[in-house]
């Protein structure tokens, strides 16, 4: 990949979108080495369905700069099933003044985390293995922002997410255009875990001939989750709230 030619396709990319005011000359350093592993890693650990530069600017770096207004400055964010590190790797590039944890239950995608935060030296960026459902024992209820990208429908995320968020914090579920229907189906679990209504937020990606259209689900925290939930994961996959 030609870094010339990644550069500038960013930067249209970011100017394109109207967010071109957070893209640093380091942070596009950055994400050019963040893709080109992505890129070449890929291969090994099956990481990502999108493998072109072009389509990993719009539909990767993009699509997780466009979170970041949503945050705010200072907070401690957890970001659950980061999978290859989205949203989490682009937001720890764009912005320093947050502190992000990635968990995911696959080992060697946070293995692939853990290295590319190294790489990058992301110091605001901590990598953790293991199930949210699980994990969560010794974090409840200590972050201000939960974030997650396609990681499960709304009921399932709900319960996976909300008990790491203390009260007054907020779930950034993000989502592609079925946001709405799941958004309803969830209002009940939402409510028994100590969430209040939930919003949907249009986010759109213009990119070269289309507009791609995503939501974020953006959910309160008004009071704490009660103590049984999370439940084992076989409930709650089999008997969402
Ligand atoms: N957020 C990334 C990855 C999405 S794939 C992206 O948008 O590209 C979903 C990821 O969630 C997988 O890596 C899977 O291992 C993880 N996952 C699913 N259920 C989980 C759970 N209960 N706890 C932790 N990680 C989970």
Same mark, same amino acid.
């Given at each position: 990949?030609?870094?010339?030619?990644?550069?500038?396709?960013?930067?249209?990319?970011?100017?394109?979108?109207? *967010?071109?005011?957070?893209?640093?000359?380091?942070?596009?350093e950055k994400f050019f080495l963040m893709t080109?592993?992505? /890129?070449?890693?890929?291969?090994?650990y099956n990481l990502t369905a999108i493998r072109e530069p072009e389509? *990993?600017? @719009?539909?990767?770096?993009?699509?997780?700069?466009?979170? &970041? =207004?949503? *945050? =705010?400055?200072? #907070?401690a964010v957890v970001d659950i099933g980061c999978g290859a590190g989205f949203?989490?790797? =682009?937001?720890? *590039?764009?912005?320093?003044? /947050?502190?992000?944890?990635?968990? +995911?239950?696959?080992?060697?995608?946070?293995? @692939?985390?853990?290295?590319?935060?190294?790489?990058?030296?992301? !110091?605001n960026l901590t990598v953790v293995t293991g199930r949210a459902e699980d994990i969560v024992a010794g974090m409840r209820?200590?972050? +201000? %922002?939960? #974030? &997650?990208?396609?990681v499960a429908e709304m009921r399932i995320m709900s319960e996976l997410a909300l008990p790491f968020v203390r009260v007054g914090g907020q779930l950034l579920a993000m989502k592609g255009n079925r946001g709405k229907y799941e958004l309803s189906d969830a209002k009940r679990a939402i409510a028994m875990l100590?969430?209040?209504?939930? !919003?949907?937020?249009? %986010?759109?990606?213009?990119? =070269?001939?289309?507009? %791609?259209?995503?939501?974020? /689900?953006?959910?309160?925290? !008004?009071?704490?989750?009660?103590a049984g939930y999370p439940r084992a994961y076989a409930q709650i996959s089999k008997k969402p709230l």
């Open positions: 990949m030609d870094k010339s030619t990644f550069i500038s396709g960013l930067n249209r990319a970011f100017s394109q979108n109207g *967010i071109s005011r957070m893209l640093t000359r380091e942070a596009g080109e592993r992505l /890129i070449t890693e890929n291969e090994k389509k *990993i600017i @719009y539909l990767h770096l993009v699509d997780c700069a466009l979170l &970041s =207004p949503l *945050i =705010p400055r200072g #907070v949203p989490s790797l =682009p937001l720890a *590039i764009l912005r320093d003044d /947050i502190k992000i944890t990635a968990l +995911d239950a696959t080992a060697k995608r946070t293995a @692939y985390v853990k290295e590319t935060a190294a790489m990058l030296r992301l !110091e209820e200590s972050f +201000d %922002i939960a #974030v &997650s990208r396609a100590g969430g209040r209504g939930g !919003e949907c937020l249009d %986010i759109k990606i213009s990119a =070269p001939g289309e507009v %791609i259209e995503h939501t974020v /689900i953006r959910v309160r925290k !008004e009071t704490k989750t009660p």
